[in-house]
């Protein structure tokens, strides 16, 4: 089983609509990230949170918003999609006493808003 | 401008190639440096990472950061197809993920 699990992997949604993406982990990390995948963008941050009570808003927040339910889950709401949200979205984890700055991505969430 | 600049590709090579990858940067501060892959629907996974200048070599890649110029490179000798990916460089000045920054990421063909 995947370190770093997401659901769901693809959604096809309706402008307008709420929408909320999960994401699990069992590396036992405090830090969790949502990222953005564009073309021709790279990877771009949306939310990051150091613990259960810490969220903070990335370079890209405007139309997004976060929950931290536990130390291992980490959501990722949409509250009114709009098409160009249409991205791939990872959720990510990582530890800051982990030699090499390593982040641990999830598979990846397709989201296409129409 | 963008702190982090890559070619995005696409970069189609013949089996056994030697492949250079590249990037650079403005962010003077950057310290650690990193190369991601990924493949085709999965999420990136970290391939190789580098503190400060230098080089650093593992198995057939070899990664070499060059501060002065601000550039930063990834070599992938004798190239297989299993080595079709796109490639990440990524980069901070601390450590802690929420401060990395990626560039666009360059997609490697490799034919058999």
């Known amino acids: 089983d995947a370190d770093v699990t997401q659901t769901p992997r693809n959604r096809i949604t309706k402008t307008g609509k709420r929408i909320m993406l999960e994401c699990s982990q069992t590396k036992g990390h405090d830090r969790m990230y949502w990222y953005r995948q564009d073309p021709g963008l790279g990877l771009r941050l949306i939310y990051y949170s150091f613990d259960v009570k810490d969220i903070n808003k990335g370079e890209i927040s405007d139309g997004y918003s976060v929950s931290r339910q536990a130390q291992a889950k980490f959501s990722l709401s949409l509250e009114s999609a709009i098409p160009n949200q249409t991205a791939l979205y990872f959720c990510?984890?990582?530890?800051?006493?982990?030699?090499?700055?390593?982040?641990?991505f999830g598979e990846g969430s397709w989201l296409t808003v129409v | 401008q963008k702190e982090v600049e890559q070619d995005p590709g696409p970069l189609s090579v013949p089996e056994g190639a030697i492949v250079s990858l590249n990037c650079t940067y403005s962010n003077s501060a950057f310290q650690y440096f990193m190369w991601y892959r990924q493949y085709s629907r999965k999420g990136p996974e970290l391939l190789m990472y580098t503190y400060s200048s230098g080089n650093k070599e593992d198995g057939r890649f070899t990664a070499q950061v060059d501060k002065s110029s601000k550039y930063i490179s990834l070599f992938i000798r004798d190239s297989q197809p299993s080595d079709s990916a796109t490639y990440l460089c990524a980069m901070s000045a601390g450590t802690g993920g929420f401060k990395t920054i990626f560039g666009a990421g360059t997609r490697l063909f490799v034919k058999a």
């Open positions: 990510a984890t990582s530890d800051p006493t982990e030699i090499g700055n390593t982040i641990y």
